[in-house]
């Protein structure tokens, strides 16, 4: 299941959708733009993109070198266009401010690699959903704060990937959220929610039907990955036929 | 009023309160029968209610009688009385409901126990289990706030489980009933282990009793609708005689419920994976530190 969706506030402010995700062979990735800052939609999509460009893109060793890399090869070419440092970060604070969650499914567990906050979904082997907030302040740490020196005591220079490694013997399968999905978890009407993740509920009802009918209540930008179980997808199918 | 009065009927005629007289201002003999029989008949009746407590008759015979004069209604001063035509509704025909009354007269009030249906008011279980291990002393206020905002109705019943090595199951309480030391969590504590499953595997039966048995009082029926179940602590477990999987068995039973709701507070990021283990829905974490 990939879901990207615009929140309520921001269609009603005339904001753009400001996550993104991008997903190929094991692993799945989500950037999370900030909502304060003007344009990071443009952020998260042309991350994305270089990002595609690399070839060990996939492999979960080069998953931290392959960001910085990114960023240090954008940063060069904007420096460019702005010569002194505070225009540079000025432009950093309009487009570059978005949070990185990715995923990897590796041979025996799934590593989640989280930089800034989101969540992380996960469905146990007895089909337990369980949401997983990852919340540090209210002002959440962007990797591009690494490349601001303007900032008085910047503490995020020191700052890295947090690691989460779920064993496949504790859990069926781990998703990955932008922060937007907390009403899924507060309102017991959008408890369904955890049949879709889980296929229990026949294809009628879509993860996106059950957003757009209650899209009032989703303020942020709403954004899930995860790889939802074919075999029970597949009963479900053929119960629906029977 | 008579239309003698009106239009000038009479005027200046000797007034003739003679039996005889009176006779001859009815068209027939019956209609004075039927008359004056109405005016014994409502005369007696004024006696009778005086008795008996009948109400009705007091209106028709004051109409009848002319409380200056002392005389009755057909014997008005003016030549002769209408009193049968215009005034017919009180007095110009028998009324039966005096007679009626007085045959079957009303049974005395006798209050007689009813079967009364209780109405039935549905309360919210919150379940609050407390971790008291060294690993919650950093965040004593943050438990505090937890708990206190897992505890705010007055109406709803409430179970707070604090365990370490060892913990006993408490009763259901109201929030009146709680007392200071169940809610505020004062830290300084020195105990290392917590026995996490085996308070886990006592919970679905604990739930089980409480639904099924329903509180009553004088007016209302209690019966529980909701359940949340809020875990402080890092939820692990190094004291217990059940194993991991009854456990996990034990919780899955108790999400088997529709009417469950599930929270977890961890005490660190990297722990926040064991409650999801369990199956808890929200898992949250107290520490804000990247």
């Not at chain 1, 890295?160 to 399968?173: L, N, Q, V």
């Not at chain 1, 017991?188 to 757009?212: C, N, P, Q, R, W």
């Not at chain 2, 005096?98 to 006798?110: G, I, Q």
């Not at chain 2, 890092?234 to 456990?247: G, V, Y």
Request: hydrophobic share 30%; aromatic share 14%; glycine share 6%.
């Amino acid at each position: 299941m990939k879901i990207s969706r615009q929140g309520y506030t921001h269609y009603s402010d005339g904001i753009n959708n400001q996550d993104f995700y991008y997903t190929e062979g094991n692993m799945k990735m989500i950037l999370d733009g900030c909502s304060d800052s003007k344009y990071s939609e443009i952020g998260t999509r042309l991350f994305v993109q270089l990002f595609a460009t690399l070839p060990n893109r996939t492999k979960l060793e080069c998953f931290e070198e392959n960001v910085k890399y990114v960023f240090d090869k954008l940063l060069e070419q904007f420096k460019f266009w702005y010569k002194s440092q505070e225009d540079l970060e000025n432009f950093i604070m309009d487009n570059l401010l978005f949070t990185i969650v990715a995923c990897f499914e590796t041979e025996n567990s799934f590593v989640v690699k989280l930089f800034g906050d989101g969540y992380v979904v996960t469905v146990n082997h007895n089909d337990c959903v369980s949401y997983i907030k990852h919340y540090y302040g209210r002002r959440p740490t962007y990797y591009v704060y690494k490349y601001c020196e303007l900032i008085p005591n910047n503490i995020f220079k020191e700052y890295e990937f947090k690691t989460f490694t779920f064993s496949k013997e504790d859990f069926k399968e781990i998703g990955i959220a932008s922060d937007g999905i907390a009403p899924i978890v507060k309102y017991d009407s959008l408890k369904t929610f955890d049949d879709i993740i889980t296929s229990k509920l026949k294809s009628d009802y879509t993860a996106e039907g059950v957003i757009l009918s209650n899209i009032q209540s989703f303020g942020d930008d709403v954004t899930l990955v995860i790889n939802q179980d074919i075999k029970n997808y597949e009963k479900s199918k053929n119960e629906e036929e029977t | 009023m008579g239309i003698d009065r009106i239009f000038g009927i009479n005027k200046g005629k000797d007034k003739d309160n003679r039996p005889e007289a009176k006779k001859k201002e009815y068209d027939t003999e019956r209609d004075y029968i039927i008359k004056d029989y109405n005016v014994k008949k409502n005369s007696e009746n004024l006696d009778s209610d005086t008795k008996t407590g009948y109400r009705g008759s007091s209106k028709s015979v004051s109409s009848q009688e002319d409380s200056s004069t002392g005389k009755k209604g057909y014997e008005e001063d003016f030549g002769y009385s209408y009193q049968g035509f215009f005034d017919y509704g009180n007095q110009g025909y028998p009324n039966d409901d005096f007679a009626d009354k007085r045959r079957y007269p009303a049974e005395p009030k006798v209050i007689r126990p009813r079967f009364m249906y209780k109405q039935t008011l549905y309360r919210k279980l919150t379940i609050i289990l407390i971790e008291e291990t060294t690993a919650l002393n950093p965040f004593v206020n943050i438990v505090s706030k937890i708990i206190e905002s897992s505890c705010q109705s007055e109406s709803d019943y409430y179970c707070i489980i604090k365990y370490g090595d060892t913990f006993t199951m408490p009763k259901l309480l109201f929030k009146k009933e709680l007392k200071q030391e169940d809610i505020i969590f004062k830290g300084n504590i020195t105990n290392e282990k917590s026995c996490l499953y085996d308070v886990v595997c006592n919970i679905p039966p604990f739930v089980e009793e409480a639904v099924l048995s329903h509180k009553e009082d004088e007016r209302y029926k209690y019966m529980i609708s909701e359940i949340e179940v809020v875990g402080i602590g890092t939820c692990t477990d190094n004291a217990s005689k059940n194993t991991k999987k009854d456990a996990y068995t034990a919780f899955n039973k108790l999400l088997s419920r529709k009417d469950i709701k599930t929270k977890y507070c961890c005490t660190s990021d990297v722990l926040m994976q064991e409650p999801a283990k369990f199956g808890f829905r929200n898992i949250v974490c107290m520490s804000k530190e990247y």
